[in-house]
């Protein structure tokens, strides 16, 4: 999940890595400050609709 995660990260996959991120974070995985850090500036730059949108489907592909 990691490497998933930094390769969207390095191809500026932003919908796609915090779709990962907030994956990895709900399986207990540790992700670097730096990862955080872009996926909050993805996370902030969305329309309100559209992260909620971005969190439910992370949610549903984990549960």
Same mark, same amino acid.
């Given at each position: ?15 796609? !890595? ?7 974070? %709900?399986?207990? /995985?540790?992700? *670097? ?9 993805? !996370? ?7 992260? %909620?949108?971005? /969190?439910?489907? *992370? ?5």
């Amino acid at each position: 999940m990691l490497k998933l995660l930094q390769r969207s990260v390095d191809f500026g996959h932003g919908k796609l !890595a915090l779709m990962r991120c907030i994956q990895a974070e %709900q399986m207990g /995985i540790c992700i *670097a400050p730096d990862i955080l850090g872009y996926c909050q500036q993805v !996370a902030d730059r969305m329309p309100p609709a559209t992260l %909620q949108r971005v /969190i439910r489907q *992370a949610c549903a592909l984990t549960a």
